[in-house]
Nanobody, 120 residues
Framework: QVQLVESGGGLVQPGGSLRLSCAAS????????MGWYRQAPGKQRGLVAY???????NYGDSAKGRFTISRDNAQNTVYLEMTSLKPEDTAVYYC??????????????WGQGIQVTVSS
């Protein structure tokens, strides 16, 4: 059974920092691309950042320069370091694990989501 368990969310003031963690089980973590997505009320879920198995990273426009994604394959965990947080970063953040097969079909697993609220 695949489980992705997010932690580290909560309430933070504008300009503050948070680190999200996502612990994976039930998959061979090292062969999955890992990502963070977020969904604010009334909006579609969108990419925050992802990190490929080889370590290549990509960020959504809102995350560039402020957020850093990393992974620890020994701990089966992916992290999202968020700095200079803004009220518009308020959302539910979801961890994603993705593997792509030989004909480019994606298999996705999702965490249950964790709330991040940026407010004074």
């Amino acid at each position: 059974q695949v489980q992705l368990v997010e932690s580290g969310g909560g309430l933070v003031q504008p300009g503050g920092s948070l680190r999200l963690s996502c612990a994976a089980s039930g998959i061979i973590f090292s062969i999955y691309d890992m990502g963070w997505y977020r969904q604010a009320p009334g909006k579609q879920r969108g990419l925050v950042a992802y990190i490929r198995t080889g370590g290549i990273t990509n960020y959504g426009d809102s995350a560039k320069g402020r957020f850093t994604i990393s992974r620890d394959n020994a701990q089966n965990t992916v992290y999202l370091e968020m700095t200079s947080l803004k009220p518009e970063d308020t959302a539910v953040y979801y961890c994603n694990a993705r593997i792509t097969d030989s004909i480019s079909r994606n298999l996705d697993y999702w965490g249950q989501g964790i709330q991040v609220t940026v407010s004074s």
